[in-house]
């Protein structure tokens, strides 16, 4: 069974920084694709952000050069580490995790439980 477990939400200044994480575990051989979404109180889950194994990225346009999405392939992890945060951040951000091949079984899509990020004075 994959598991996703987040780290390092909370709550945080307007123009501040937060680095989240997410590790995948369970008899794990590869991951395709990584990432983040988000969802605000009463709107719909959004993307964030996504890595491929190879390193590529994609971002939505509102957190374009502020956020970076990163990843250690090795530790199947996934990071997101945030800047200039700005109110309209908060969010619950939830870690994905595509086409995951494990000892037995492909998993193609495995959510975390999500961590919260509130961007507030």
């Known amino acids: 069974q994959v598991q996703l477990v987040e780290s390092g939400g909370g709550l945080v200044q307007p123009g501040g920084s937060l680095r989240l994480s997410c590790a995948a575990s369970g008899s794990i051989f590869s991951i395709d694709a990584m990432g983040w979404y988000r969802q605000a109180p009463g709107k719909q889950r959004e993307l964030v952000a996504t890595i491929t194994s190879g390193g590529k990225t994609n971002y939505a346009d509102s957190v374009n050069s502020r956020f970076t999405i990163s990843r250690a392939n090795a530790k199947n992890t996934v990071y997101l580490q945030m800047n200039s945060l700005k109110p309209e951040d908060t969010a619950v951000y939830y870690c994905?995790?595509?086409?995951?091949?494990?000892?037995?079984?492909?998993?193609?899509?495995?959510w975390g439980q999500g961590t919260l990020v509130t961007v507030s004075s």
């Open positions: 994905n995790a595509d086409r995951v091949v494990t000892a037995d079984r492909i998993v193609f899509a495995a």
